[in-house]
T-cell receptor, first 113, second 112 residues
Framework: DVKVTQSSRYLVKRTGEKVFLECVQD?????MFWYRQDPGLGLRLIYF???????EKGDIPEGYSVSREKKERFSLILESASTNQTSMYLC????????????FGPGTRLTVT | AQSVSQHNHHVILSEAASLELGCNYS??????LFWYVQYPGQHLQLLLK????DPLVKGIKGFEAEFIKSKFSFNLRKPSVQWSDTAEYFC??????????WGAGTKLIIKP
């Protein structure tokens, strides 16, 4: 079974803080993704990575950055958290370019006050 | 740009009712289609997928979906729902660059 884990289920941060969200997958997947999930908006892609040290912007990258130093780990960074970044953050991974099937972590519910 | 449209944001049904959730996509080349489900408090998981072949796809927990190319649709069906089917359902289509394009989701509530 593919396992995607995220460092925290719930996180509360203050405006202006730097926030790190970590994601680890254990199946040697090439591709990893960060989404935010908001009611009525579905999943919106923030960033994805198709290889170590490679990253691509998704639909809503503003205010976020990412890091992928090892194949199994993909970090999402909020340089200076703002209240409009309060959301559920989902990490996913997929095996290769042909699969497209994504496996998800449990999510991190981030509240910025 | 590719897009996915899910017709209903909220659906409320009684147990044993039949279910059909609509999904339409804009054409973008190779058609790979997915339905994912998110049960309360759980992570998103794959319900079923269509890559090629038989347009009627069967998934887990008695769900099925039919790919109708002429209508750009991939509707999800279940003949008789249970209370445990209460969840949010997402339709997705293969996009470019390893990505999936997601619909906004449909929240399904089953009344016992």
């Amino acid at each position: 079974d593919v396992k995607v884990t995220q460092s925290s289920r719930y996180l509360v941060k203050r405006t202006g803080e730097k926030v790190f969200l970590e994601c680890v997958q254990d199946m040697d997947h090439e591709n990893m993704f960060w989404y935010r999930q908001d009611p009525g908006l579905g999943l919106r892609l923030i960033y994805f990575s198709y290889d170590v040290k490679m990253k691509e912007k998704g639909d809503i990258p503003e205010g976020y950055s990412v890091s992928r130093e090892k194949k199994e780990r993909f970090s999402l960074i909020l340089e200076s958290a703002s209240t409009n970044q309060t959301s559920m953050y989902l990490c996913a991974s997929s095996f290769d370019t042909n699969s497209y099937e994504q496996y998800f972590g449990p999510g991190t519910r981030l509240t910025v006050t | 740009a590719q897009s996915v449209s899910q017709h209903n944001h909220h659906v409320i049904l009684s147990e044993a009712a039949s279910l059909e959730l609509g999904c339409n996509y804009s054409y973008g080349g190779t058609v790979n289609l997915f339905w994912y489900v998110q049960y309360p408090g759980q992570h998103l998981q794959l319900l079923l997928k269509y890559f090629s072949g038989d347009p009627l796809v069967k998934g887990i927990k008695g769900f099925e979906a039919e790919f109708i190319k002429s209508k750009f649709s991939f509707n999800l069906r279940k003949p008789s729902v249970q209370w445990s089917d209460t969840a949010e359902y997402f339709c997705a289509v293969r996009g470019s660059n390893y990505q999936l394009i997601w619909g906004a989701g449909t929240k399904l509530i089953i009344k016992p």
